[in-house]
């Protein structure tokens, strides 16, 4: 229940976090992918900022991000303690069997490999998968405090390699969040519908193969007449 | 003749309780997204603070930048220092991002120039700038960090302005909470809270790279407060004031962070 929640509350309010993240980082839009000198990506490209009403709201940006901030954290922390104390890690954590179901999972999904992987509630990849993103989440914590006060927190900021570096590592993560959602929602529209039931109202409808019987036996159940006042 | 009266249930049927908890769960899921997209209206529809010290920011949002203000100034401490570098790693070239009571002031002879420190209970002082450097100096290398993102090694020499403070007996009166700077043509100013203005790198700078400050760096005098972001580091200081409530701010009017602290 409270790991359906806290991840419903997760999607709009990273939502924001993207979003107010996009407005303060124009404000300094200096990354990118190059090899050899070529620029293969720029983020982002001027198109994208118009379409998106991104340019001149700095100060805007930041107002947002560091409300939202409060709920991304405190939801997060909420997500892990349950995770924690109501024993739910077993089912989220890697184990040692994890990252071999893991690739055995990806030939199935890839359709290159005929054989379903073992699988509990979540199969080895979702466990990767949704173990990192949770990892990512507190980098993000890590590397947004390392950014947002350096010289108090100047820990974090040396262990994410310097304030330079950890706001690229802050935009790198946003970058695999990004990535994580396109995956996370195909896989969703995969699994159809029942799989989305189950993420919103907790429970999922198990079809069971129908057990001969030996002989029929008809029941009818009896109710009692009721030609009662209410 | 006596008849039961007698309601009874008659059990839900498989299907009809997936239908029933599918509905109820949906219902839940549909009222909470309403509830959230209506607060998140509300939050983009609230009007703007009323301008004052502060302005331009959605009345919400700064509430909500002044009690995060209020949380991250328990970590605050002056014995948390900025990061120092060797001077070798100092920029040759240091960028020059924003001239704004520099460059709008036609009137402005360096020659003339004079520090006004507008002192709490006693008379104003006005200083040249060889009286600055007469005091003790001190230099730091260390990474500027603009608000707008980037950052620059850069070094610079002055004097530490709690030096300052207590060569001129500023300091030995009780402290008001801010110190106000502007520039002499009152076009640029910034407020700063006490814990940043006796933080121990706060600076009055007279030089940088070792050469007296150029025009564009805020020639004869400027500030540098590695614990603010590069907004707060007036540039071509003209008058220093001492008040017990915020200060106005140049761009905590332009809806920015009043503390903008690091």
Partial sequence: ?230 | METIKKKVKIPLTVEQKIKRRSFISFGAFLALSGTAVAGWNWLLDAPEENPGITAGAGAPLRRALNKTELFFRNFFSNNHLVKTYPKERAAKTIRVNSLIGIEDDENFDIANWKLIVKCPNQRNLAIDIEEIKALPKTEIIYDFKCVEGWDQIQHWGGVKLSDFLTHYQIENQSLPRYMGLATPNGAYYVGLEKDSVLHPQTLLAYEMNGEPLSIDHGAPLRLIVPVKYGIKNLKRIGIMSFSNSRPKDYWAEQGYDYYSGL
């Fill in chain 1, 1 to 230: 229940m409270l790991m359906r929640w806290t991840h419903w509350i997760n999607f709009p309010v990273l939502g924001v976090m993207i979003w107010s993240g996009f407005l303060i980082y124009w404000a300094n839009d200096a990354y990118g992918i190059s090899i050899f000198g070529f620029t293969i990506i720029k983020f982002f490209p001027e198109w994208f900022y118009n379409y998106f009403h991104i340019p001149q709201r700095l100060a805007e940006g930041m107002a947002f991000h560091f409300l939202f901030m409060w709920f991304f954290f405190l939801n997060g922390l909420l997500y892990i303690m349950y995770t924690i104390f109501s024993g739910a890690w077993r089912e989220l954590l890697p184990n040692k069997h994890t990252f071999k179901e893991a690739w055995q999972v990806l030939l199935h999904d890839l359709h290159i490999r005929k054989t379903t992987p073992p699988q509990k509630k979540y199969n080895a990849a979702q466990r990767i998968a949704y173990t990192a993103i949770i990892l990512m989440g507190f980098g993000s914590i890590i590397t947004g405090l390392a950014i947002y006060k350096p010289v108090q927190f100047y820990w974090m900021t040396w262990l994410c390699g310097g304030y330079h570096f950890a706001r690229i590592l802050h935009f790198a993560l946003t970058i695999g969040y990004v990535l994580f959602f396109i995956i996370h929602l195909l896989q969703v529209v995969l699994a159809g519908w029942n799989n989305f039931r189950a993420i919103v109202a907790g429970f999922e409808v198990i079809e069971e193969k129908p057990i001969p019987m030996p002989e029929p036996v008809i029941t009818t159940e009896k109710t009692e007449h009721n030609d009662g006042n209410n």
